[in-house]
């Protein structure tokens, strides 16, 4: 059974950073592509940037140069660095793996940038 469970949200103030962790078990890590989505309030899911099983990146436009996701195949994590935080960042971020069979989501972590 996929479980993919996210941590490292929170409040932080504009121009802060975090960085969130994605620990994935019950599925074959490596062949699935992993990426992270953040949902605001009356709007659809929104792809941050997802990373394939070979290691390459894509960023939404926003947070190029902010963001930077990367993947760990030996502890089986995908993380979300993300750096001066903007106040058009908030929402809740959901981790994603996808493959051509399958596909599963975490329960989202918040994340709140405000003074």
């Known amino acids: 059974q996929a479980q993919l469970v996210e941590s490292g949200g929170g409040l932080v103030v504009p121009g802060g950073s975090l960085r969130l962790s994605c620990a994935v078990s019950?599925?074959?890590?490596?062949?699935?592509?992993m990426g992270w989505y953040r949902q605001t309030p009356g709007n659809q899911r929104e792809l941050v940037a997802n990373?394939?099983?070979?290691?390459?990146?894509h960023h939404k436009e926003s947070v190029r140069g902010r963001f930077t996701i990367s993947r760990d195949s030996n502890s089986n994590r995908v993380y979300l660095e993300m750096d001066n935080l903007k106040p058009e960042d908030t929402g809740v971020y959901y981790c994603n793996a996808r493959s051509a069979v399958a596909e599963y989501w975490g329960q989202g972590t918040r994340v709140t940038v405000a003074t």
């Open positions: 019950g599925i074959s890590f490596r062949a699935y592509t």
């Open positions: 990373i394939t099983n070979v290691g390459t990146t």
